[in-house]
């Protein structure tokens, strides 16, 4: 669980200070948000909860393209191919399994790019 708060609040993070950097600019960041649904279903919510408690509005300074992969781990590679084209600014993925089936389709997104939040 502590991973997945760390993981959260560097996508927080990253997205406030892009937006507090950009501040001037009319930039609407889009967020990629991969889910297995379910449950998961609360962590889209906490990822709204905590970018509008760092004073972001959705619609403003950041979109979110949710996509619910319900546990297929092909499902999850295909969504992460679409939003990849669809040039999001970062993808959001939960859980582990979601997170490394989008991994598959771009494997230099998690650890060098840091354009792709994983939380466990």
Same mark, same amino acid.
């Given at each position: 669980?502590?991973?997945?708060?760390?993981?959260? @609040? *560097? @996508?927080? %993070?990253? *997205? !406030?200070?892009?937006?507090?950097?950009?501040?001037? !600019?009319?930039?609407?960041? &889009?967020?990629?948000?991969?889910?297995?649904?379910?449950?998961?279903?609360?962590?889209? =919510?906490?990822? $709204?909860?905590?970018?509008? =408690?760092?004073?972001?509005?959705?619609?403003?300074?950041? %979109?979110?393209? *949710? $996509? =619910?992969?319900?546990?297929?781990?092909?499902?999850? =590679? +295909?969504?992460?191919?679409?939003?990849?084209?669809?040039?999001?600014?970062? *993808?959001?993925?939960?859980?582990?399994?979601?997170?490394?089936?989008?991994? &598959? !389709?771009?494997?230099?997104? @998690?650890?060098?790019?840091?354009?792709? +939040?994983?939380? +466990?």
């Amino acid at each position: 669980m502590k991973n997945a708060w760390r993981a959260a @609040l *560097i @996508l927080l %993070t990253s *997205i !406030s200070c892009a937006a507090t950097a950009q501040a001037q !600019s009319s930039r609407t960041y &889009r967020v990629g948000v991969l889910h297995a649904g379910g449950a998961y279903y609360h962590a889209v =919510e906490g990822l $709204r909860a905590g970018l509008k =408690e760092l004073g972001l509005q959705e619609g403003k300074q950041y %979109t979110l393209d *949710i $996509r =619910e992969t319900h546990g297929d781990a092909k499902a999850a =590679e +295909a969504e992460a191919k679409s939003l990849e084209q669809a040039k999001v600014d970062v *993808i959001f993925s939960v859980p582990a399994s979601v997170s490394r089936a989008a991994n &598959r !389709s771009k494997p230099d997104c @998690l650890a060098r790019k840091t354009d792709h +939040a994983s939380v +466990a």
